[in-house]
């Protein structure tokens, strides 16, 4: 199925269908207090939380500049190095889960393990917004720092980029929660 014809695809889905929200209904959101959950679950939460946090820093840096708050270098400055350290965890979080994580919790839970192989398939997505992420910032980069003519609509191309990953991402940090928090809580960590 392609993935514009696929109703789960990260890009088309408004949230988890009913069957993979059975571990979410027996332990909701609302009881998710930080205190009482397993750490492994709260580590969880803290880096969805700073990923979370990095995507409204660029936002705001990209918002300020399209106001004209900052001009194009004083943008480069500050959103280079924010997107290099928000792509380095980004991509280091989806490695552990998908290579480490997501086969654990299958085994700990088999019957939510198309909700897994969901979750996997959205850091397929991610993966290729993270290199187009990595494409149209090095074109920025390269333009700002050769003062290149072109630098304003490199930065422009990035920004853009930037709006369309993030309301994916942030679909995919909340499924992904409603899936691996409650089952971390209720099951434990099953990699110790």
Do not use: C, K, N
């Not at 993979?20 to 209904?25: A, K, S």
């Amino acid at each position: 199925m392609a993935e514009a014809d696929d109703p789960l695809a990260l890009a088309s889905r408004a949230g988890l269908p009913p069957e993979y929200r059975y571990l979410h209904e027996a332990f909701p959101r609302e009881r998710w207090s930080l205190g009482g959950l397993h750490p492994t679950a709260r580590r969880w939460l803290h880096m969805h939380g700073g990923f979370r946090a990095h995507q409204a820093q660029m936002a705001g840096m990209v918002g300020a500049w399209r106001g004209g708050q900052i001009d194009v270098r004083a943008l480069h400055g500050a959103l280079i190095p924010a997107l290099q350290d928000f792509l380095q965890h980004l991509d280091g979080h989806h490695r552990i889960e998908s290579g480490h994580y997501f086969p654990a919790l299958q085994q700990l839970e088999p019957r939510i393990a198309a909700g897994i192989d969901l979750l996997d398939r959205d850091h397929d997505a991610i993966h290729h917004h993270i290199e187009a992420m990595v494409d149209t910032g090095r074109a920025m980069h390269q333009a700002v720092a050769s003062g290149a003519g072109d630098a304003a609509d490199r930065a422009a191309r990035l920004a853009e980029v930037l709006d369309r990953v993030a309301p994916e991402l942030t679909r995919h940090l909340d499924d992904e929660e409603e899936i691996v928090i409650p089952l971390i809580a209720l099951r434990g960590d099953p990699l110790g």
